[in-house]
């Protein structure tokens, strides 16, 4: 299959800062990019989904401006998370696609602990 | 009612029995199925694509998709210890761009 990488795997911040997270896919062009959320042994939960040189189109409730996606090229994603706090504590995945209905592959995912 | 229906598990058989795990939903509008395995602190791996109705083997894998039904399954034979996982059921409608997920089947096999 097709490969994404995510990085950093784990990241620990302090309250109030920003964290980037970046998403690659390595051997694919990708028209989409997803990124979720997911809780303790729940399943994954969209935040947000970006197209390559268009803005993002965010999931009701899910804050644009805390959460920033950026979709620069056909093989790199960016979400940043704004001014983070406690509850922003999460484990992060994204996921990319070449084409509408093809299958989706999924980056390690990022845990975010801010402290 | 979710779209996707999804027993939560767990789901524990001895090793190297069938594990058989099955997905329902509710929108005839979705088209392509997918199944992935997910390990504690990871992200999913994709373990199956489908669009048809039938069988699609792939190793020790079988998914089945049956449209009529809204229903999906995915066998896994002579099942490992390693396939200890989460697996979740993914769809896609036929004009749709998102993946809607079912919750997800913890799943043990014990040695």
């Known amino acids: 299959g097709a490969v994404v990488s995510q990085h950093p795997s784990w990241v620990i911040c302090k309250s109030g800062t920003s964290v980037k997270i970046e998403c690659r896919s390595l051997d694919f062009q990708a028209t989409t990019m997803f990124w979720y959320r997911q809780f303790p042994k729940q399943s994954l939960m969209l935040m947000a989904t970006s197209n390559e040189g268009s803005k993002a189109t965010y999931e009701q409730g899910v804050e644009k401006d805390k959460f920033l996606i950026n979709h620069a090229s056909l093989t790199l994603s960016t979400l940043t998370v704004t001014s983070a706090h406690p509850e922003d504590s999460s484990f992060y995945i994204c996921s990319a696609r070449r084409e509408t209905n093809t299958e989706a592959f999924f980056g390690q995912g990022t845990r975010l602990t801010v402290v | 009612q979710k779209e996707v229906e999804q027993d939560p598990g767990p789901l524990s058989v001895p090793e190297g029995a069938i594990v058989s795990l099955n997905c329902t939903y509710s929108?005839?509008?979705?088209?392509?199925f997918m199944w992935y395995r997910q390990y504690s602190r990871k992200g999913p791996e994709l373990l199956m694509y489908t669009y048809s109705s039938g069988n699609k083997e792939d190793g020790r894998f079988t998914a089945q998709v049956d449209k009529s039904s809204k229903y999906i399954s995915l066998f896994i034979r002579d099942s490992q210890p390693s396939d200890s996982a989460t697996y979740l059921c993914a769809m896609i409608q036929a004009a749709g761009n998102k993946l809607t997920f079912g919750g997800g089947t913890r799943v043990l096999v014990k040695p």
């Open positions: 929108n005839s509008a979705f088209q392509y």
